[in-house]
T-cell receptor
Framework: AQTVTQSQPEMSVQEAETVTLSCTYDTSENNYYLFWYKQPPSRQMILVIRQEAYKQQNATENRFSVNFQKAAKSFSLKISDSQLGDTAMYFC????????????????FGKGTHLIIQP | DAGVIQSPRHEVTEMGQEVTLRCKPI?????LFWYRQTMMRGLELLIY????????DSGMPEDRFSAKMPNASFSTLKIQPSEPRDSAVYFC????????????????FGPGTRLLVL
């Protein structure tokens, strides 16, 4: 079974600063995906960024980027030029790729990091 | 395009009552997932379907929980009888469920149903 660990329950930074959220995972699979989901106070789960394990290049989406270290099983999220609207819970999640065999699979989530952006 | 639709958004009920949560996946998606979020246990997978067939229900907490997917555009999660410890946010998510481009394996979530059992 896969496990996902987020060691920072809460972080607080000033607006416009850069912040990095940590995530480590454990798996014996070779083909998989890693995700960061954002959950604002509305409770909606919003996909922030996705990383395919077979890709060496780190994924980026505007102000969001990841540092994917496959050998170390580490997957951190960097938010640049943080904004007040970035205040939310952030969840790291793991999913086996269907290329591993079988059909779709569920997500395994970490416990989350509560990020607060201070004005 | 409409995203995943869940109803009701909020449900307050009394212990012992039957509760039915509903989900409409994104059109064309073949896989549907039910998750539960609580403070104690975080986000956990309850059950998922591929092509309307339940694949893995090992996350369903006990026999009081049941889920169905009678067709490709509708699923229900039922709790009977409900208990206060069932209070949580229940999410439905869907994906294309095919081994293909990453965007087809990515799950997209509905807004959730916040359940309170008194």
């Amino acid at each position: 079974a896969q496990t996902v660990t987020q060691s920072q329950p809460e972080m607080s930074v000033q607006e416009a600063e850069t912040v990095t959220l940590s995530c480590t995972y454990d798996t014996s699979e070779n083909n998989y995906y890693l995700f960061w989901y954002k959950q604002p106070p509305s409770r909606q789960m919003i996909l922030v960024i996705r990383q395919e394990a077979y890709k060496q290049q780190n994924a980026t989406e505007n102000r969001f980027s990841v540092n994917f270290q496959k050998a170390a099983k580490s997957f951190s999220l960097k938010i640049s030029d943080s904004q007040l609207g970035d205040t939310a819970m952030y969840f790291c999640a793991f999913m086996d790729s269907m290329y591993s065999g079988g059909g779709a699979d569920g997500l395994t989530f970490g416990k989350g990091t509560h990020l607060i952006i201070q004005p | 395009d409409a995203g995943v639709i869940q109803s009701p958004r909020h449900e307050v009920t009394e212990m012992g009552q039957e509760v039915t949560l509903r989900c409409k996946p994104i059109s064309g998606h073949n896989s549907l997932f039910w998750y539960r979020q609580t403070m104690m246990r975080g986000l956990e997978l309850l059950i998922y379907f591929n092509n309307n067939v339940p694949i893995d229900d090992s996350g369903m907490p006990e026999d009081r929980f049941s889920a169905k997917m009678p067709n490709a555009s509708f699923s229900t999660l039922k709790i009977q009888p409900s208990e206060p410890r069932d209070s949580a946010v229940y999410f439905c998510a869907s994906s294309f469920g095919l081994a293909g481009p990453p965007e087809e394996e990515t799950q997209y979530f509905g807004p959730g149903t916040r359940l309170l059992v008194l």
